[in-house]
């Protein structure tokens, strides 16, 4: 059926409150932060209600038409892109946050709010949501989930579908799927709560989401440390894991390329240590009372440097000074800035590879692009290495040289393609070389028996 009759059908059933065409959706963005193009597509649906979504995808499921869900347009994969020929569904209306239930610790959401949002509601209540990324106040809990987002605390409390007790989804024909438990055992069959999770909008549509909220904690101690090679820094993760009161709540690993860099083109950034050192580590570790838990973590940090893992450091006194620390990492987002054309990568390895690996990108990029800027940096508590490099007026094949390198040295250490950003239109090529034949094809199946005309996301995530 023409693009006309699909128009007109949801026209009829929704109105131009919902629908948009032509002018109105001329000037939005179409793409992701991924660097991927978007196209501006047939016509974009803001709905206000999961019956409405319900009424969209039962329509386009039968008129065979393309549907790409956005949330905040925040992604780094290109799942959220748009063709000429899509519909883009866009939640951003539907953006309620109910109320804290304190008992249960839950707190149920739609998708279209902000993390942020989340986060102060939580906070509000006396609670924490602690899923924490540095897009906070743009990515909303659909995408998050959709693309089972990590952050800065996964070490510590997991990635997103750790904070989710149900989802509610509408699927390619309509249906509406979850019951929107509350309960933390919930053992009734297949899963379809965490199928959803992770899907990136190509197996249904998160509407809303149960979350899981965790105790505020009294305390939390943070401290830039500085440390002589990667053996130091997986000495003091194990130390840490081991000897401090509740654990590690963040371990973010810097390579000084990375920390020379932002400090020197991001305004309003100064090194927290004079000293140059091999690697630096920013570690928060939580507890229960504020005064006992920072003497004890100040007395780790001196048998660490007593020990000579840690070469020296400077131990946040204050919010302030804990938030210039995370001001460092955090300065991520103003690489498409300072760095256009730039091609990040977030991958992942097992914690004893990382060092040998971002080693091995950096110094195979180096050699073959003389000049370029290679940038390591990430969450090494959980495997997490983000790789930026960029190459002056790089052109597309440069650009496809870059990640045959780098995704060649990461499927030969057996690491994975995507820690935390999915796989979305710009992966979909390097899936095999973390997944097999047969994992493939199980996809594929799912993705059959869920969407059988193909109209959630295509193009997005599985090859072919």
């Known amino acids: 059926m023409s693009s006309n009759e699909v128009i007109a059908a949801l ?28 196209e501006v597509p047939l016509a974009l649906a803001r ?5 409405q979504v319900s009424e969209i995808m039962s329509i386009c499921n039968h008129h065979r038409q393309p549907v790409v869900v956005q949330g905040g347009l925040t992604g780094l994969a290109g799942g959220a892109c748009t063709s000429r020929g899509d519909i883009a569904l866009s939640l951003e209306r539907m953006n309620a946050i109910g109320a804290v239930d304190t008992i249960s610790g ?35 809990i659909g995408g998050n989930l959709a693309t089972n987002a990590g952050g800065v605390r996964v070490i510590r409390y997991g990635m997103a579908r750790e904070h989710v007790l149900d989802v509610e989804a509408v699927l390619a ?6 019951g929107l438990h509350r309960m933390v055992k919930n053992n009734t069959g297949y899963d379809l ?27 939390v101690a943070t401290a830039w440390c500085g440390l002589a090679d990667y053996a130091a820094v997986t000495r003091l993760l194990e130390c840490a894991q081991r000897d401090l009161e509740a654990g590690v709540s963040a371990f973010e690993v810097m390579w000084p390329s990375f920390v020379d860099y932002v400090t020197g083109s991001v305004a309003g950034l100064r090194r927290p240590l004079g000293s140059r050192h091999g690697y630096y ?60 054309g730039l091609v990040a990568f977030d991958v992942s390895f097992s914690i004893a590879d990382i060092g040998a690996a971002a080693q091995l990108c950096e110094r195979e990029v180096s050699a073959t692009w003389p000049g370029s800027i290679v940038l390591a940096y990430g969450h090494l508590g959980d495997g997490n ?33 995507s820690a935390e950003h999915g796989i979305g239109a710009k992966k979909r090529d390097v899936l095999d070389h973390t997944r097999s034949a047969d994992e493939i094809a199980a996809m594929h199946s799912i993705k059959r028996a869920l969407d059988p005309f193909g109209v959630l996301n295509p193009r997005k995530v599985l090859p072919g």
């Open 11 to 38: 026209m009829s059933v929704l109105g131009e409150d919902i629908v948009s065409l032509g002018e109105g959706i001329a000037e939005r963005r179409t793409e992701d932060w991924s660097g991927l193009r978007g």
């Open 47 to 51: 709905p206000r209600s999961v019956a």
């Open 106 to 140: 839950t707190v149920t959401v739609e998708a279209g709010a902000t993390l942020e949002a989340v986060q102060q509601a939580a906070e509000a209540a006396g609670l924490m949501f602690a899923l924490d990324l540095g897009a906070r106040g743009s990515c909303t």
């Open 173 to 178: 024909d309509g249906s509406v799927i979850g």
């Open 193 to 219: 709560r965490n199928l959803m999770i992770g899907s990136e909008g190509t197996l249904g549509v998160i509407t809303r989401a149960v979350l899981r909220l965790r105790p505020r904690p009294g305390a």
């Open 281 to 340: 580590v920013l570690l928060e570790a939580t507890g229960s009372q504020a005064c006992a838990h920072q003497e004890r973590f100040e007395g780790f940090l001196a048998t660490m440097l007593e020990n000579g893992v840690i070469e020296n450091a400077a131990i946040a006194q204050s919010r302030a000074d804990a938030q210039m620390f995370w001001r460092v990492r955090d300065s991520t987002a103003d690489f498409p800035v300072t760095l256009p």
């Open 385 to 417: 290495l983000h790789l930026i490099v960029h190459v002056a007026d790089a052109d597309a094949q440069t650009v496809e040289d870059i990640e045959v390198l780098v995704y060649g040295i990461v499927r030969d250490f057996g690491g994975s393609v």
